[in-house]
């Protein structure tokens, strides 16, 4: 309780110390910025210290993190000359905002922390890496931070989110296991004011550029709210199948043999569900680990029928997982991003930067904080900073083209805030560079995994009734609008995107046939296939299952057609077209999210595992953020401009109804499964070492000893990713000589660096020759060799040498810790 109160207050204090600043980087916001301080105040914060301890000029401890804090405190009052007064305006005439900001800020941080402190354990999938990254980073001196799992080596990997964290742990005095719990915990509530703060501003920005609104009626908290709910909380439709396959919907049961049947279930083909329900029926789905097949609905079949899983997460099941993942971390930064772009289609930063005898129209300021945002986003997450990027140049395009019309020099617009603000973006985080290396390798080429159109409204329905619901009502009411879709070119890039996309990746199918004939010879072999037969048998699989492609042009047609409309002379200032409208925002949020989708049916990036997985967890991921709001937006924009007894109001608050209803279905049964009903058997806490103390007490105790030891390499069993392995070095943040190999060589793009550790570290511990061990102690610089019962049941311990030639400086039942004099 006391660190979730210190986390609390301290962020809070972050935010409004940062709000000033806030107000004068926001000018085109309704809320100023208001709603955002809290992100940006970590981001600069977070970014002064890193930056601070990277060069030196501060060092990794308490003193680094306050010294950066003066830095934020003194960037507010810079800001505050000369606005006190229309600061202290703002505040009292947006009492409803600045109070339902701070009461939704408290309930996400607090929902989530009990969530978690009833489901605390960081044993499973990726948070042994996340909370060795967090260890690793509170015991390192300087930055880059040690690699807990490769010693002698500092992280490969985007790693900012983890600096927040352990500056907050810092602060706060916890362990890292703690801080992860926590910091999930806040980057939920993050998210939540985040979004309830874009929408809010959608709607206060379609007032100002509404002739017929009351300029002085404030925007609707009620439908903003929808953001969050929409972002956070409503998951897929998954749930709702695994009810229905629970309940023993459409299976029909042979009353001779007992056993059940079902064509739909089979159609559909989502592993688990197509299995019979088992008995007795009920309501709530009980199978193990049903909750983990909302993250897997999207199902690839190779051509001779292999599966291949494909990630398809959304933020509910995060945070449901409870995974601290960089996917995860940048939620509020990307919201932020999203914040930045909507200030600059609304001509926020208004100015003029020039250089070469080139005009940029964007203040200093403006461009600063742009890049800085950017460049974070690619230290949180690497995968969001493209996205990020053509959404903020595409809303500064927009913006010009509202100013002077469409015209080549919105092509000169572009490249003149793209090049450089990349090229900005890059120079600020460039000691971050300098020690990374990615796994990403380029497009390839997808053939023969194509999303079957159910699958696409499993995981996208929720949002997709939403969005055509809006998009209806607006096709619906352009007939008296002064700029009317212009369906001409919306129909002929709609449908040309897909078509030069199947072109790119023929292309890039020839082109592997040149470069790397001998693989897609293997590849056709593996396949049964000549090359023809697979072009031919994958086009016709494209066919079969068009579906999706269909309901994804069923978007970006109109999307299109919007984003560019044709003007007419009736009425010039409508606001649902004005170069100002939320309208056109709204529609850009969604067009390049159907595009992020769209993506991975054709091309994805190349990386370790081979196929689209990893582009469509990230690219979906991107597109719900992005999807999300609009459905927000949308649903918020029709209950309030849908009256009377009419058919369309009605119908529609059905349908919204209903899908809330369904989309919630996850989150609730969800958490009944993961946190017990509420009724944690061990209580609530959020220090997972509470349940190594449980389940190994020798291994909780040793990691304790070493807490409190002088630091140093340890040695330590090594083993696969997912599993128990690399303990020691997870829980302490100590360097061992190897953690998970997989994951090393993903974030290094090959195993090159581990070289011969896996086979000297094995050798270490069983051979009975004193000078082998000593030669690989030496190597590695160990100073701790662990024994625990992890190493005794994988290896065959030879410890005769280590009792011979060490000192045991720790032992407890099964677990000894010899330390290298």
């Known amino acids: 309780m006391d660190a979730f109160i210190i986390w609390y207050l301290f962020v809070s204090l972050l935010g409004w110390l940062t709000f000033p600043l806030a107000f004068r980087l926001f000018p085109a916001l309704t809320d100023r910025g208001y709603t955002l301080s809290r992100a940006a105040g970590m981001l600069i914060w977070g970014y002064v210290f890193w930056l601070f301890v990277s060069f030196g000029f501060a060092r990794n401890d308490l003193g680094g993190i306050l010294l950066a804090l003066a830095i934020v405190i003194g960037l507010s009052i810079w800001s505050i000359v000369n606005r006190q007064a229309e600061i202290i305006a703002f505040l009292k005439s947006n009492i409803a905002l600045i109070v339902t900001t701070e009461v939704l800020f408290l309930v996400a941080f607090a929902f989530l922390a009990i969530v978690r402190a009833a489901n605390p354990e960081l044993a499973s999938t990726e948070k042994p890496m996340e909370l060795a990254f967090i260890n690793g980073i509170l015991q390192s001196e300087t930055f880059p931070p040690q690699d807990p799992w490769l010693s002698g080596y500092a992280i490969s990997y985007y790693y900012f989110g983890y600096v927040m964290t352990a500056m907050l742990a810092r602060l706060a005095d916890i362990n890292g296991s703690m801080a992860h719990n926590l910091m999930t915990a806040l980057i939920f509530a993050l998210g939540a004011v985040g979004a309830f703060g874009i929408v809010y501003n959608l709607f206060g920005s379609s007032r100002s550029t509404d002739p017929e609104s009351n300029e002085d009626k404030k925007p609707s908290i009620a439908s903003a709210l929808l953001a969050p709910l929409f972002l956070l909380l409503v998951s897929n439709f998954e749930a709702l199948l695994e009810v229905l396959h629970r309940r023993g919907l459409f299976w029909v049961k042979d009353s001779v043999i007992g056993t059940f049947s079902s064509g739909f279930w089979k159609w559909l083909d989502m592993k688990e569900l197509s299995q019979p329900p088992l008995e007795p029926l009920g309501w709530v789905p009980d199978r193990y680990l049903w909750w983990w097949r909302a993250s897997r609905v999207i199902q690839?079949?190779?051509?001779?029928?292999?599966?291949r899983e494909v990630i398809d997460e959304f933020p509910f099941f995060s945070f449901l997982l409870g995974d601290l993942h960089p996917h995860v971390l940048a939620i509020p930064f990307g919201l932020l991003a999203i914040s930045v772009a909507l200030n600059l289609f609304l001509g926020g930063w208004r100015g003029k930067i020039e250089a070469f005898g080139l005009r940029l129209h964007i203040?200093?300021?403006?461009?600063?904080?742009?890049?800085?945002?950017?460049?974070?986003?690619?230290?949180?997450?690497?995968?969001?900073?493209?996205?990020?990027?053509?959404?903020?140049?595409?809303?500064?395009?927009?913006?010009?083209?509202?100013?002077?019309?469409?015209?080549?020099?919105?092509?000169?617009?572009?490249?003149?805030?793209?090049?450089?603000?990349?090229?900005?973006?890059?120079?600020?985080?460039?000691?971050f560079y300098l020690g990374f290396s990615s796994q990403a390798g380029g497009i390839l080429p997808n053939f023969m995994y194509v999303t079957r159109g159910m699958h696409l409204w499993v995981m996208w329905g929720t949002l997709l009734l939403p969005i055509f619901s809006y998009l209806l009502y607006r096709i619906v009411n352009s007939r008296t609008s002064a700029s009317r879709p212009n369906w001409k070119l919306g129909i002929t890039f709609g449908l040309g995107l897909p078509l030069l996309l199947f072109l790119l990746t023929l292309f890039l199918g020839w082109l592997g046939t040149l470069v790397e004939k001998d693989y897609v010879e293997y590849f056709l072999a593996t396949q049964n296939m000549t090359a023809s037969q697979f072009?031919?048998?994958?086009?016709?699989?494209?066919?079969?299952?068009?579906?999706?492609?269909?309901?994804?042009?069923?978007?970006?047609?109109?999307?299109?057609?919007?984003?560019?409309?044709?003007?007419?002379?009736?009425?010039?200032?409508?606001?649902?077209?004005?170069?100002?409208?939320?309208?056109?925002?709204?529609?850009?949020?969604?067009?390049?999210?159907?595009?992020?989708?769209?993506?991975?049916?054709?091309?994805?990036?190349?990386?370790?595992?081979?196929?689209?997985i990893n582009t469509v967890f990230k690219f979906y991921y991107q597109a719900w953020m992005l999807w999300s709001l609009v459905a927000a937006f949308g649903a918020g924009w029709l209950l309030q401009n849908l009256r009377g007894l009419t058919v369309g109001n009605i119908g529609f608050r059905v349908l919204i109804g209903l899908v809330i209803f369904c989309g919630l279905l996850y989150p609730v049964f969800g958490l009944m499964t993961k946190t017990n009903n509420f009724q944690p058997v061990f209580g609530y806490h959020l220090d997972d070492l509470e349940r190594i103390k449980r389940e190994n007490p020798d291994d909780a105790a040793g990691i304790e000893f070493l807490r409190s030891a002088p630091e140093g390499i340890v040695a330590e069993a090594i083993g696969g990713s997912y599993s128990y392995y690399a303990r020691v070095s997870a829980y302490t943040g100590y360097q061992t000589v190897l953690g998970w190999p997989g994951h090393e060589s993903q974030w290094r793009g090959g195993s090159e660096p581990q070289g011969t550790r896996a086979e000297d570290i094995m050798l270490l511990y069983v051979t009975s020759n004193w000078q082998e061990a000593q030669s690989i102690i030496e190597r590695y610089n160990i100073r701790y060799i662990y024994v625990g019962p992890l190493e005794r049941v994988s290896m065959q311990v030879s410890e005769e040498k280590f009792f011979l030639y060490l000192t045991p400086v720790f032992q407890q039942g099964n677990t000894i810790i010899y330390e290298v004099p």
Do not use: C
Request: no cysteine; proline share 5%.
């Open 300 to 307: 690839d079949y190779d051509m001779t029928g292999g599966f």
């Open 363 to 431: 203040n200093g300021l403006g461009f600063l904080f742009s890049a800085l945002v950017l460049g974070g986003l690619a230290f949180l997450n690497t995968w969001d900073i493209l996205i990020s990027a053509a959404l903020i140049v595409s809303a500064y395009v927009l913006w010009r083209a509202g100013e002077d019309g469409w015209t080549w020099s919105r092509l000169e617009d572009a490249f003149l805030l793209g090049l450089p603000l990349g090229a900005v973006s890059l120079i600020l985080y460039f000691p």
């Open 535 to 612: 072009l031919a048998k994958t086009t016709e699989r494209r066919l079969e299952h068009i579906g999706s492609l269909i309901t994804l042009l069923a978007v970006l047609i109109p999307s299109l057609a919007f984003l560019f409309p044709h003007k007419t002379d009736t009425d010039e200032t409508s606001s649902a077209t004005h170069p100002s409208s939320p309208g056109i925002f709204v529609i850009l949020l969604l067009t390049l999210g159907t595009l992020l989708i769209l993506a991975p049916e054709f091309v994805y990036l190349r990386d370790q595992f081979g196929y689209r």
